[in-house]
């Protein structure tokens, strides 16, 4: 099978910081205790495709911000029915902002974490991505947009009841062309680091993982693991998974609509 | 410290399913939660503690299965307008070494997911608690269908009452704008596709100006029903700040079972 083609990463593995991921997070199995059951029961063999607007973040390092982005969209769209598209360039900036990374040189889960539970997101219309690098942040907007996060997901089991729960998971990892495929079964260490979005479940089993590489990436920018290649990624120490929850979310009030 | 013992003592049902290679059994047990240091002696259960000892409903749930991953969960069934749905309850589960435990009552359904190789998904359904009396049947004779009440619509979000007062006497239309509702709110949440509200709202909006009256008059009426339901719509949630994702698809089953009731 060909390879699909790769494009900008910017995960920046080794600055990751997990022990301030460990420190913020909540236990996944407790904060999915508080994740109420949907009403009613939410089908995850549904497929992201139909929902999800795929990005692409072109020749910056950004695909931190952009995952982060896509996290906070599926969570707004858990909570409300409604789907908003965020700034993955605030996400991307702004975890940087944190990182005390300077340059087009990629960011961290730990200050996209930080940005998405602690600085709080902004729209995609506050702040438009541009494929040119720039950190200057747009005068007077608000960033009221919070989720809650767990811990970083440390076992296949903790991983699967994330995502069997209709929750998104942001994933950081090492990429290479044992990922550039349609489907992902195998996984080994080397290359860059990226960072994608995994949401949902194929009724074959396997896992959707949303990539920002735009819409034309493998058909429709998203392609799928199997929880064997999750699981080798998983148990690698420069491999990061964070769960996101629309709990506590905090938002503005959208206008009503019928 | 063991703070439960589970009591197989008294097994009020067993219900095993089976789906393809996943067989569940649960049955249900009583609980007893609060003991620290108990024995049992004659038939009797001793506890040495002082903490308060309550006795629970709750379930053990026993899987045998191929596959490698298991995810057990338990979930309420309620009933709304004579519908079962899922409640938006969570039923703790708690795994040990062999089994699940699930502590609640009422009707539960447990479903277990199992995955590598492949996946495969199975459920089963358990009451606990007090059991429940039995239905004395029909009397004789044919049982009347019951005309619902504007008092038995559902009324959470204000706009159940109003669709069924609103409504023109067109009882055929009416119930197919009922699917559209009901579609809707499924779509929410992923069945057959995932959809938003916008979408489904607009969905809603498109099929209701290409529906067929049979006069002008019942036209007419619908397109007012529709102005009132949308009002109505708009002012909850103002009123509630906004609507969660349960809160639009209660409303919408709300409107499909008021239209359900148009005579």
Same mark, same amino acid.
């Given at each position: 099978?060909?390879?699909?083609?790769?494009?900008?990463?910017?995960?920046?593995i080794?600055?990751?910081?997990?022990?301030?991921?460990? $420190?913020?997070?909540?236990?996944?199995?407790?904060?999915?205790?508080?994740?109420?059951?949907?009403?009613?029961?939410?089908?995850?063999?549904?497929?992201?495709?139909?929902? *999800?607007?795929?990005?692409?973040?072109?020749?910056?390092?950004?695909?931190?911000?952009? $995952?982060?982005?896509?996290?906070?969209? @599926?969570?707004v769209?858990?909570?409300?029915?409604?789907?908003?598209?965020?700034?993955?360039?605030?996400?991307?900036?702004?975890?940087?902002?944190?990182?005390?990374?300077?340059?087009?040189?990629?960011?961290?889960?730990?200050?996209?974490?930080? *940005?998405?539970t602690?600085?709080?997101?902004?729209?995609?219309?506050?702040?438009?991505?541009?494929?040119?690098?720039?950190?200057?942040?747009?005068?007077? @907007?608000?960033?009221? #947009?919070?989720?809650?996060?767990?811990?970083?997901?440390?076992?296949?089991?903790?991983?699967?009841?994330?995502?069997?729960?209709?929750?998104?998971?942001?994933?950081?990892l090492?990429?290479?062309?044992?990922?550039?495929?349609?489907?992902?079964?195998?996984?080994?260490?080397?290359g860059?680091?990226?960072?994608?979005?995994?949401?949902?479940?194929?009724?074959?089993?396997?896992?959707?993982? @949303?990539?920002?590489?735009?819409?034309?990436?493998?058909?429709?920018?998203?392609?799928?693991?199997?929880?064997?290649? @999750?699981?080798?990624?998983?148990?690698?120490?420069?491999? *990061?998974?964070i769960? #996101?929850?629309?709990?506590?979310?905090?938002?503005?009030?959208?206008?009503?609509?019928? | 410290? =063991?703070?439960?013992?589970? =009591?197989?003592?008294?097994?009020?049902?067993?219900? %095993?399913?089976?789906?393809?290679?996943?067989?569940?059994?649960?049955?249900?047990?009583?609980?007893?939660?609060?003991?620290?240091?108990?024995?049992?002696?004659? /038939?009797?259960?001793?506890?040495?503690?002082?903490?308060?000892i309550?006795?629970?409903? +709750?379930?053990?749930?026993?899987?045998?299965?191929?596959?490698?991953?298991?995810?057990?969960?338990?979930?309420?069934?309620?009933?709304?307008?004579?519908?079962?749905?899922?409640?938006?309850?969570?039923?703790?589960?708690?795994?040990?070494?062999?089994?699940?435990?699930?502590?609640?009552?009422g009707?539960?359904?447990?479903?277990?997911?199992?995955?590598?190789?492949?996946?495969e998904?199975?459920?089963?359904?358990?009451?606990?608690?007090?059991?429940?009396?039995? !239905? %004395?049947?029909?009397?004789? /004779?044919?049982?009347?269908?019951?005309?619902?009440t504007?008092? !038995?619509?559902?009324?959470?979000?204000?706009?159940?009452?109003?669709?069924?007062?609103?409504? %023109? %006497? !067109?009882?055929?239309?009416?119930?197919?704008?009922?699917?559209?509702y009901?579609?809707?709110?499924?779509?929410?949440?992923?069945?057959?596709?995932? &959809?938003?509200?916008?979408?489904?709202?607009?969905?809603? &909006?498109?099929?209701?100006?290409?529906?067929?009256?049979?006069?002008?008059?019942?036209?007419?009426?619908?397109?007012?029903?529709?102005?009132?339901?949308?009002? +109505?719509?708009?002012?909850?949630?103002?009123?509630?700040?906004?609507?969660?994702?349960?809160?639009?698809?209660?409303?919408?089953?709300?409107? +499909?079972?008021?239209?359900?009731?148009?005579?």
């Amino acid at each position: 099978m060909a390879l699909l083609p790769q494009g900008q990463l910017g995960y920046r593995i080794d600055l990751e910081n997990v022990d301030y991921l460990e $420190a913020v997070g909540q236990p996944s199995m407790e904060l999915l205790a508080k994740y109420r059951d949907s009403f009613p029961q939410f089908n995850i063999d549904a497929n992201p495709a139909d929902l *999800v607007r795929i990005r692409n973040q072109q020749s910056l390092g950004s695909c931190q911000g952009h $995952a982060a982005a896509m996290v906070m969209s @599926i969570c707004v769209f858990l909570a409300t029915g409604r789907w908003i598209e965020f700034s993955p360039a605030a996400a991307y900036y702004l975890s940087q902002r944190r990182d005390n990374i300077r340059g087009d040189n990629g960011s961290t889960l730990s200050g996209g974490n930080w *940005v998405l539970t602690q600085h709080g997101l902004c729209l995609e219309s506050d702040w438009p991505y541009v494929n040119r690098y720039d950190p200057t942040q747009p005068p007077g @907007i608000q960033f009221p #947009y919070k989720l809650a996060a767990s811990k970083p997901l440390r076992t296949i089991d903790e991983w699967v009841a994330w995502n069997e729960a209709g929750l998104p998971i942001q994933g950081g990892l090492a990429w290479n062309d044992y990922c550039n495929r349609e489907l992902v079964n195998d996984w080994r260490p080397g290359g860059g680091g990226h960072s994608t979005t995994w949401w949902l479940r194929r009724s074959n089993g396997n896992r959707p993982n @949303i990539n920002s590489w735009g819409q034309n990436w493998n058909r429709d920018g998203i392609h799928e693991w199997t929880l064997d290649a @999750i699981e080798k990624a998983l148990r690698h120490q420069w491999t *990061v998974f964070i769960g #996101y929850a629309p709990d506590n979310l905090t938002m503005p009030n959208p206008e009503p609509i019928a | 410290m =063991m703070r439960w013992i589970i =009591m197989l003592l008294a097994i009020a049902l067993a219900s %095993p399913t089976a789906w393809a290679e996943i067989k569940i059994d649960a049955r249900a047990v009583r609980a007893i939660d609060g003991t620290t240091t108990p024995a049992i002696v004659g /038939g009797r259960v001793l506890d040495y503690g002082t903490d308060e000892i309550k006795v629970t409903p +709750a379930a053990v749930i026993t899987i045998e299965s191929p596959h490698k991953y298991h995810l057990v969960r338990a979930r309420k069934l309620v009933t709304i307008a004579g519908q079962t749905f899922v409640s938006g309850e969570s039923v703790p589960v708690t795994k040990l070494d062999t089994a699940y435990i699930v502590a609640g009552d009422g009707r539960l359904r447990i479903t277990v997911i199992a995955s590598d190789p492949g996946l495969e998904e199975a459920e089963t359904e358990i009451v606990l608690g007090p059991t429940p009396q039995p !239905d %004395p049947g029909p009397g004789p /004779g044919p049982t009347p269908t019951p005309t619902p009440t504007p008092n !038995d619509i559902p009324n959470a979000y204000n706009v159940g009452q109003l669709s069924l007062s609103k409504s %023109p %006497p !067109d009882a055929t239309l009416a119930r197919t704008m009922a699917q559209w509702y009901r579609e809707a709110g499924m779509r929410l949440y992923g069945t057959p596709t995932l &959809a938003t509200i916008d979408q489904v709202l607009k969905d809603i &909006a498109n099929k209701f100006a290409a529906k067929q009256c049979r006069d002008q008059p019942t036209c007419q009426a619908w397109a007012a029903w529709k102005q009132s339901i949308d009002t +109505a719509m708009i002012a909850e949630q103002r009123r509630r700040g906004r609507f969660s994702r349960e809160d639009w698809y209660a409303c919408l089953i709300e409107i +499909a079972t008021a239209l359900e009731a148009v005579r």
